[in-house]
């Protein structure tokens, strides 16, 4: 079966990091694109970050950029985000997803096909 | 790119035919997906590319538009389908989602 773990969630203090993962399994996982988004309590989906197959590319939010760091390691099937400087409005659901890319006659359609259950990240004093 | 639902909230009965709007600031061509979320669960692909249905979505799922105007609709309203979709842009990042409709039984 086609499965993304994700672990490494917890509580920490504002200012803390906090290092999540997502285990891939049931699929090649250098063939795809991966992502992170993440939803805040009683809130909506929100677009974190996401990787290139092998790396070379990664994507943003503003509001984590400099803070957030997305990695990959295609040997392990594992997918990262690398979580500092948090803060209470980092407090969500963080899931991983992959990301195919679907080749249509107008360009390169990105996607979420599978995710994971996601794991709490809780920032608070 | 904003992207904006409405409406935010919405009641129907099974059997209804329900229609959702998605509109983004600028235009996104044909990058536009729809997601079900359910409480406590992961959010689930239903279309993506505007209108490709995804392996083993129901058929009464359909979606349309282009540019800045797009729409989900269910033709007939099943009791599994009461829950909060959400559309999301992949023309360019961040991938943004719109807030999400919220599907509830009248």
């Known amino acids: 079966d086609v499965q993304l773990v994700e672990s490494g969630g917890g509580l920490v203090q504002p200012g803390g990091s906090l290092r999540l993962s997502c285990a891939a399994s049931?699929?090649?996982?250098?063939?795809?694109?991966m992502s992170w988004v993440r939803q805040a309590p009683g809130k909506g989906l929100e677009w974190v970050a996401d990787?290139?197959?092998?790396?070379?590319?990664?994507n943003y939010v503003d509001s984590v950029k400099g803070r957030f760091t997305i990695s990959r390691d295609n040997v392990k099937n594992s997918l990262y985000l690398q979580m500092n400087s948090l803060t209470v409005v980092d407090t969500a659901v963080y899931y991983c997803?992959?990301?195919?890319?679907?080749?249509?006659?107008?360009?390169?359609?990105?996607?979420?096909?599978?995710w994971g259950k996601g794991t709490t990240v809780s920032v608070s004093s | 790119n904003q992207m904006t639902q409405s409406p935010s909230s919405l009641s129907a009965s099974v059997g209804d035919r329900v229609t959702i709007t998605c509109r983004a600031s600028?235009?996104?061509?044909?990058?536009l997906n729809w997601y079900q979320q359910k409480p406590g669960e992961a959010p689930k692909l239903l279309i993506f590319?505007?209108?490709s249905l995804q392996t083993g979505v129901p058929s009464r799922f359909s979606g349309s538009g282009s540019g800045t105007d797009f729409t989900l609709t269910i033709s007939s309203l099943q009791p599994d389908d009461f829950a909060t979709y959400y559309c999301?842009?992949?023309?360019?990042?961040?991938?943004?989602f719109g807030q999400g409709t919220r599907l509830e039984i009248k």
């Open positions: 997803a992959r990301e195919p890319i679907y080749s249509g006659s107008r360009g390169d359609y990105y996607y979420m096909d599978v």
């Open positions: 049931g699929f090649t996982f250098s063939g795809y694109w």
């Open positions: 990787i290139k197959q092998d790396g070379s590319d990664k």
């Open positions: 600028q235009s996104i061509g044909l990058f």
């Open positions: 590319a505007t209108s």
């Open positions: 999301q842009q992949s023309h360019s990042t961040p991938r943004t």
